[in-house]
């Protein structure tokens, strides 16, 4: 048996979609005990075998590729007597006829024989050569893109077939069970787990999710690490509290009996997902439900699917495999998870995607929660001040490079105001810089279509009058497009009416607060809107006068940013209200309880009906509506004699 030797892992950089860092320096170890090197053949962590754990990786269940990878963490951890003590408990399985070290042997031999004997790189090719044969998986050709791009782009082909989804769902509702079980201190344990988890790995989720969204560092930082965290703090602070058990008022007609309402989990929630902030859009939501005591399918976004990072951050935290599940493929996989009637489904993605959910969900009776687009409005009075509500209005309109549900896509100025906040508009958004590292300001766009509605409603725009004053070096085929301010811009534009989702800021004058309030209020979305103004008092008054969901006064994005607060559209932005109160309470059955004693008394609403008990009822009725200290004595004289007859007549009924 080889002895570890730290050193010789140095060189195991490269980075997996499946595993982490720790785990694959654990499979190096692992490997290191299995093929030592012989005979003028590499040991395993010298071949590079390593690197090619995906090929065998993305063709693993779900739940032995989380298994294996808790194998490979306890591997890069154990002192190398203990590993060693690990391995010959293997090797020992069949003296001592347990199935799981079988099981365990035969499954860890198994991928470091396939991946050493067949691994396609020149440590691979080392071995081959020696053996005399070529084992190799697969050979990669040159100029062939990295490994996780390979399996980014083999989603589609490895989605789950129907039986697969099915077979999901039936694990997920038999946790459901499980994690029902758990007390709500236990679940926010679990979770607190979590966001330690996430923190320790912070470094490692925002490479993953730069890498495959093209958003730069510091925006993968905020919206995506520090935002699920104060999720996560905000459950562990208030959930007990959101779910306790509630006394309800009861009625002076129900005297003497208790009223309670009670906040049970539902099963099973669907989180269908987007990419625009692909962690935080699946911890956020998975959590939630999980502290609301439901099991959770997540299908991500095909273009983001962060594959394998949420399995390996939940198996950390100490989710059992089947408490959250995560299912990859398109649109297709999702209208499939839908069919198997989950007990709420929670979306998020654009209106036209949103209505065919919504189509299929009624048809099946699945109750829904839509987050959908905005076209979000920023209202500037001449008493703002200028410098601040530059800063707030270019960071609203181009952070996460304008791809923000939320994001500032029309802005009103009034005319006082307008030309200097234009001209220092312009001026600072000049000095904004491109990329994806921790010093650049705006990232990448996402996907190719996200580029293409830019690039049309940029040449729409022009077309019909607008004046652009930034981006004019935009090649309109590039993901790397710089921020671009408008102004001359109409609501004939499509800039003005359809969701952009890019890094637009189209600039347009107003005279008086009435029409300010009008024109933001010509969309057919209502998700957020800002007004900045000196003037507290005004401020309120045109908040209360926008059709949305959430405002912000002198800010931008904090309503989404505090998760105490409930967040939601009107109008075609969406259905229902996420985190806060309401959001927790949304992933529960909300049960309404009444408790009365067990006595002899006979209601008097019960049988038999005679005319007595008619006229005592009409009285009671009458005197319900009296308020004050007479309306309660009129009440009780009614009551009174109204249940003494009620017991007389009950009794007279048992005695037929």
């Not at 946790?175 to 679990?190: E, G, T, W």
């Not at 019960?606 to 005319?611: A, D, R």
């Not at 004050?628 to 004699?641: E, Y």
Request: charged fraction near 20%.
């Amino acid at each position: 048996m080889m002895r570890y030797e730290p050193q010789a892992y140095q060189c195991c950089t490269a980075a997996s979609v499946y595993y982490s860092a720790r785990q694959l320096h654990g499979l190096n170890r692992l490997g290191d005990c299995y093929c030592p090197g012989v005979a003028g053949l590499p040991c395993f962590s010298a071949s590079g075998a390593a690197l090619d754990i995906d090929r065998l990786a993305h063709a693993m269940h779900p739940q032995d590729r989380a298994d294996f990878g808790l194998l490979l963490d306890m591997a890069a951890r154990l002192p190398s007597p203990l590993l060693s003590l690990l391995l010959r408990l293997f090797n020992q399985a069949e003296t001592f006829r347990f199935a799981p070290l079988r099981l365990a042997r035969l499954g860890t031999a198994g991928v470091v024989y396939s991946l050493y004997y067949g691994f396609a790189g020149p440590g691979g090719a080392q071995v081959r050569n020696g053996l005399g044969w070529d084992a190799a998986i697969r050979t990669v050709l040159p100029g062939e893109p990295p490994m996780n791009q390979l399996v980014r782009d083999a989603a589609p082909n490895l989605a789950p077939d129907a039986d697969e989804v099915v077979a999901v769902f039936k694990r997920a509702r038999n946790a459901h069970l499980d994690i029902a079980a758990l007390s709500l201190k236990q679940r926010l344990a679990v979770l607190d787990n979590l966001c330690q988890v996430i923190v320790r790995r912070r470094a490692e989720i925002i490479a993953r999710v730069t890498e495959e969204t093209g958003k730069c560092a510091s925006d993968a930082l905020l919206g995506e690490i520090f935002a699920v965290i104060d999720n996560l703090e905000y459950l562990r602070r208030h959930a007990c509290k959101v779910l306790a058990d509630r006394k309800m008022p009861t009625p002076l007609a129900m005297l003497g009996k208790q009223s309670r309402v009670w906040y049970e989990p539902l099963g099973t929630i669907l989180v269908i997902a987007p990419w625009n902030y692909p962690f935080y859009q699946a911890i956020v939501p998975i959590s939630i439900a999980f502290a609301a005591g439901n099991a959770v399918v997540h299908k991500p976004s095909e273009f983001t699917p962060l594959r394998g990072l949420i399995e390996s951050i939940l198996a950390e935290a100490g989710f059992a495999p089947d408490w959250a599940q995560v299912v990859y493929g398109t649109g297709s996989v999702g209208a499939t998870c839908l069919a198997q009637r989950p007990d709420k489904l929670f979306f998020t993605g654009s209106v036209a995607t949103g209505k065919k959910v919504m189509a299929q969900a009624a048809d099946l009776l699945v109750p829904v929660e839509l987050e959908l687009g905005g076209k979000d409005a920023m209202l500037v009075f001449a008493d703002s001040n200028l410098e601040r509500s530059v800063a707030g209005a270019m960071w609203g309109a181009f952070t996460n490079t304008g791809q923000s549900c939320t994001s500032i896509e029309r802005c009103y100025v009034e005319r006082p105001l307008y030309d200097r906040f234009l001209a220092l508009l312009v001026s600072q958004t000049r000095k904004l810089t491109l990329g994806t590292s921790s010093d650049h300001d705006i990232g990448t766009m996402t996907t190719p279509t996200q580029i293409e509605i830019v690039r049309a409603h940029l040449a729409d725009a022009l077309a019909k009058g607008a004046t652009q004053h930034t981006g004019q070096d935009w090649d309109g085929q590039s993901a790397a497009i710089p921020p671009i301010v408008l102004s001359n811009v109409t609501h004939e534009m499509c800039v003005m009416q359809e969701e952009s989702f890019g890094p637009f800021l189209p600039v347009m004058p107003f005279d008086s607060e009435a029409e300010a309030i009008t024109l933001a209020n010509q969309t057919i979305y209502g998700l957020s809107a800002c007004v900045w103004s000196g003037d507290k008092a005004r401020a309120e008054r045109v908040a209360r006068q926008l059709k949305v969901g959430n405002v912000s006064i002198n800010n931008h994005m904090i309503t989404e940013g505090n998760h105490a607060l409930p967040f939601g559209g009107a109008k075609q932005s969406g259905i229902g209200r996420f985190k806060g109160e309401e959001g927790l309470r949304g992933f529960c059955n909300v049960k309404a309880v009444m408790v009365d004693g067990n006595s002899a008394k006979i209601e008097a609403n019960w049988y038999p009906f005679t005319t007595a008990k008619y006229e005592a009822l009409d009285k009671m009725t009458v005197a319900s509506r009296i308020r004050g200290l007479g309306g309660i004595i009129r009440f009780a004289l009614a009551g009174l004699p109204l249940e003494q007859l009620a017991n007389k007549l009950g009794k007279q009924g048992r005695q037929r």
